[in-house]
């Protein structure tokens, strides 16, 4: 346990920080999950669906700095390009 009045502070502020971003994580790996699973049952209307949800929460993930930007990129290349292959 630190000693210093402001560090007990960011132990708190980290934990709070630490448990936003698996949330948020979390809830993008759920999106993910849920377009390739509408791939893999050919039904393009639900991974459209899916795919705008994704492409919102990679765009926010960046922003609030979880990931990287070439992250965000390869993903949504990846996800868009399943898609397409539905056709």
């Known amino acids: 346990m630190p000693n210093i009045k402001n ?3 960011r132990v708190i502020t980290n934990a709070k920080r630490a448990e936003r971003n698996k949330a948020q994580r979390s809830a993008l790996k ?3 999950k849920a377009v390739t699973t509408a791939v ?3 039904d ?3 991974a459209l669906n899916a795919l705008n949800k994704a492409n919102s929460l990679l ?3 960046v922003t609030s700095n979880i ?3 070439n992250f965000a990129s390869r993903e949504k290349a990846r996800l868009a390009k399943s898609i397409n292959k539905l056709a």
């Open 7 to 9: 560090q007990e502070k």
């Open 30 to 32: 759920t999106a993910l």
């Open 40 to 42: 893999e049952a050919n």
């Open 44 to 46: 393009k209307a639900a």
């Open 59 to 61: 765009d926010k993930s």
């Open 67 to 69: 990931h990287h930007k």
